[in-house]
């Protein structure tokens, strides 16, 4: 997020994109709540009625990857109508004018054409949103799980470097991540291509720092291969794979393959504090500890630093994450002697220039937010306050391109998928509270009536779900969240493997897999009510 | 804003103007007992535990609505005040079960604290006794409304903090109850299971099921830490006892203050879950055998050693986690690029 959670409230107008906020971000959702109380207006693009949607002043119920051509239209009625902001166009962005060429297209009229969202609604959210004092877009995977991902958020950025509603308090480009620690996880350099603070790999100064820093002669400087080509190679050229608490295959498109593509590594290592779908396969299984049992920080969405203290020890003769691979690097020959999670943030903060101002003390006393440059900076609550990081903001113009798969005769429907409130990703530990599973403890399809009754499909039936790569079977949810022609459900539940059906055509750049839209053909299975 | 000064208990205490007479003596340490009252939400002034004596002004004001203004005297501790809570506590009293004995907010109640300050341990009124069943069929939240002290607090939480406006005073006089609409129980309303109405709650009337089923309140030790589900990075107090985690309550977050969904609140079952696994595992013709971690380590080291040297570092691959830790990725890149020797690491940033 290049704004903080607490800025949301304050805003004039908020513009949420594919983000079904209150049940996938719920704090979040709290804030944007409370701006709806304190007067603040709230536009919604969204295919679903989420709750969210219901709450705000417009819903813009667009069709599934449709966003570009929205968000170009919104440009289009704001450029056409002069009310964007001239002299922050001017001064601290370029590539204006191959922006506006092509938004100009993009008429209400071809809009609406598009994405269904009628003229007259498209040109007063356009004109609310440039004429609000401040306004954040907030997004999240609606927006990046697209073949064109990466250029949905193209299009997220240039409408709000338009109206200059970036580098503000409460105006900004706002990304909600899913997990706890992805922000960190990306932060430390846990890709392909950069080291932490997305020091990038194979420039010869950043490899220098890193090999003198960790006392190596070399490091490899050729970019690694991401999780997509992993799976794609296991197998041939990828021959061992360690993994650390993830789940791929629950959370990956298409799991049929990446079942195979792992069963057919030579060998496979997965250390997590379950036997996963994924640990099944694995030919070492090493228990780690869970968050209680350790120390460490997470990075929240809002590049918050915090702290996560140990409160119990491990459980068994399970191990804290860290230590294991400590203890594996010394067997392997590169001793590691960390004493405790704390050495491990003091080197972080000594190669990490946005982390280099935080410590276990500064943090004892409450988060710090990155960039943190120096031990008496503050942290940073929004970004591009006075200039971009490349310098000036660049317009990228961007056109939209239908999803990867159409909805055809064999496979008449539109199938998204995404998360719900009492369950977190592949459910390993949310079904396994007690509480959460009790009370939520069986996936449904969300299906349009009209649809259902075209299909002789009742609320609680089973139905079948089928792709062109493979199917499953769930109870149906007849009603109105989601539109005639789409169906929607989570991918928590290992008994309904909805990847086994999404599709995995990812976005060439960013490598993120389209599960908001894949084609499927939905039947009843069995007469039999299985409520 | 201007500042102004008043006097409390013969205290001179400045605050800024609007504060009240409360705030005030917060600011000056000054100690008021409070029922209805909570800095984050709106004023309400109804249980009167708060009431001050303030010259000039008739009757007993409550200090939580009562503006301050310069030149006040204000008198916290007086008989007639002392006199005045003792009766709210006994009115109280008339209609609260009286079975502190059992009662799992022993120990954290405020109206068990007040009733020992002010050395109230019986009512001479003759209270309207409810009968209402305890609400005890989901499996987050155990509501008594027998024990409600009709603070509102937790009808302003659902309000004010959640937004949802779930429950509510219902019915009138005596028979004043909060309740859901139509009076259903919590799983049958639009209940989402926040807690936040539990994180308020006073007394006993409103209480986290699991946590109170296995710890009495002092025999807890909390630790602040941060939410491992989603990027909103809430802090909590996990609860422990005999190194066990049992529940989880608010603390003052950074981000969430008190609040918190069903998830971060509700969700720590899976800690001591007997699916865990407590050794390392090794495949043996297809089936998992237990081994110890020595044994475990080096035959990893071993095969990735192994692999590496026939078809080199780029046949080794690493998928880090976006659940854990800031230092265990870091870590783990590291190790995959100082000690495989490889750039292939990446994570499920995507999903
Ligand atoms: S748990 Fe949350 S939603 Fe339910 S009544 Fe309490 S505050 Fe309201
Ligand atoms: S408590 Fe809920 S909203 Fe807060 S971080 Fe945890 S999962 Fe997210």
């Not at chain 1, 392997?332 to 946005?354: C, H, L, Q």
């Not at chain 2, 859901?180 to 299971?193: A, G, K």
Request: aromatic fraction near 8%; include cysteine; proline fraction near 5%.
């Amino acid at each position: 997020m290049t704004n903080s959670i607490e800025e949301i409230s304050k805003a004039d107008y908020i513009l949420a994109i594919g983000t079904n906020t209150t049940e996938s971000h719920p704090i979040i959702g709290l804030e944007v709540k409370k701006a709806i109380r304190n007067g603040t207006g709230l536009a919604v693009a969204d295919p679903r009625k989420t709750e969210v949607a219901s709450m705000a002043h417009r819903h813009m119920q667009l069709k599934s990857g449709s966003d570009i051509a929205l968000l170009n239209g919104l440009a289009h009625v704001i450029i056409e109508e002069g009310l964007y902001a001239k002299e922050f166009v001017e001064e601290r962005t370029e590539d204006f004018e191959a922006f506006k060429e092509t938004v100009s297209k993009y008429t209400p009229e071809c809009v609406e054409e598009i994405t269904g969202v009628p003229v007259d609604i498209l040109k007063e959210v356009a004109r609310n949103y440039a004429q609000a004092k401040n306004a954040p877009i907030l997004y999240t995977m609606g927006i990046t799980q697209h073949i064109c991902g990466t250029h949905n958020v193209l299009a997220v950025a240039n409408l709000s470097m338009l109206c200059g509603h970036i580098g503000k308090e409460s105006s900004g480009v706002n990304p909600l991540r899913g997990q706890n620690n992805v922000q960190g996880a990306c932060d430390m350099g846990a890709l392909p291509n950069v080291f932490t603070a997305y020091q990038k790999v194979g420039m010869e100064n950043v490899q220098a720092k890193y090999a003198n820093a960790w006392n190596v002669d070399a490091l490899p400087d050729k970019v690694g291969i991401n999780i997509g080509q992993m799976m794609e190679r296991a197998g041939s050229n990828v021959k061992a794979m360690y993994i650390m608490g993830e789940n791929p295959v629950l959370s990956d498109p298409d799991s049929n393959h990446v079942a195979h593509a792992l069963e057919s590594l030579d060998f496979l290592v997965v250390q997590d504090i379950f036997l996963t779908e994924t640990a099944r396969l694995a030919d070492v299984v090493l228990p780690a500890t869970s968050f209680a049992e350790k120390d460490g920080t997470f990075t929240n969405t809002e590049r918050r630093v915090q702290r996560v203290r140990k409160a119990i020890d491990p459980v068994g003769n399970a191990m804290p994450d860290w230590e294991i691979i400590c203890n594996l690097s010394s067997v392997m020959g590169y001793p590691m002697n960390y004493s405790s999670a704390k050495d491990i943030f003091d080197e972080i903060s000594t190669v990490t220039p946005s982390y280099a101002g935080m410590s276990y003390e500064r943090l004892d006393n409450g988060g710090l937010q990155w960039p943190c440059p120096t031990e008496d900076h503050p942290g940073t609550p929004y970004l591009h306050k006075d200039k971009f990081a490349r310098g000036l903001g660049k317009f990228s113009a961007v056109d939209y391109v239908p999803p990867a798969e159409q909805p055809d005769a064999e496979y008449p429907m539109i199938l998204s998928t995404g998360r719900r409130h009492f369950h977190y990703h592949t459910g390993t530990m949310t079904r396994r509270t007690g509480t959460l599973d009790k009370y939520y403890n069986e996936e449904s399809l969300e299906i349009n009536e009209i649809d259902a009754q075209k299909l002789g499909i009742n609320n609680g039936d089973k139905v079948k779900v089928t792709s062109r790569r493979g199917s499953v079977e769930v109870k149906a949810c007849v009603g109105d969240t989601v539109p005639e022609g789409m169906v929607f459900t989570s991918f928590h539940f290992s008994e309904v493997a909805i990847n086994k059906v999404t599709n995995s055509q990812v976005d060439p750049v960013s490598n993120i897999p389209e599960f908001k839209v894949c084609a499927v053909r939905v039947e009843k299975y069995s007469a039999k009510n299985v409520s | 804003m201007a500042d102004i000064t008043l006097t409390i208990d013969g205290k001179q205490v400045t605050v800024p103007q609007g504060s009240t007479v409360l705030e005030a003596a917060q600011k000056a340490d000054i100690f008021i007992p409070t029922f209805c009252h909570d800095p984050e939400l709106s004023r309400y002034g109804a249980c009167r535990m708060c009431v001050v004596e303030i010259p000039g002004m008739r009757n007993l004001p409550a200090s939580c609505v009562t503006e301050a203004r310069d030149g006040m005297e204000v008198y916290t501790e007086s008989p007639a005040v002392i006199e005045a809570r003792k009766t709210i506590l006994e009115l109280l009293l008339a209609n609260h079960p009286l079975d502190c004995l059992t009662c799992p907010k022993n120990g954290d109640c405020r109206l068990q604290d007040y009733c020992y300050y002010y050395g109230v341990g019986d009512t001479p009124f003759e209270g309207e006794h409810h009968e209402y069943e305890v609400e005890e069929e989901n499996p987050f939240i155990v509501r008594d409304m027998n024990k409600c002290i009709l603070c509102g607090k937790c009808v302003r939480a659902c309000a004010e903090i959640q937004g949802r406006g779930v429950i509510d005073f219902a019915y009138r006089g005596v028979n004043t109850k909060v309740a859901t609409i139509m009076d259903v129980p919590l799983s049958e309303s639009e209940c989402l299971f926040c807690g936040n109405c539990v994180a308020v709650c006073p007394v006993g009337a409103l209480q986290e099921k699991g946590l109170r089923s296995q710890a009495r309140t002092w025999e807890v030790e909390k630790v602040k830490t941060t939410c491992s589900y989603c990027g909103c990075g809430c802090n909590f107090d996990l609860n422990v006892k005999d190194n066990k985690v049992v529940g989880v309550t608010s603390c003052d977050g950074d981000v969430n203050g008190r609040a918190l969904c069903v998830k971060g609140r509700f969700g720590y079952g899976f800690i001591h879950h007997p699916d865990r696994l407590t050794k390392p595992l090794i495949k043996k013709d297809g089936e998992f055998v237990e081994a110890e971690w020595d044994e475990a380590l080096s035959l990893v080291a071993g095969k990735m050693g192994e692999t590496k040297k026939e078809y080199g570092a780029d046949s080794l691959s690493v998928l880090s986690s976006a659940r854990c830790t800031n230092e265990e990725n870091y870590l783990l890149q590291k190790f995959t690029r100082a000690v495989l020797g490889t750039n292939n690491i990446d994570h499920c940033a995507r999903l």
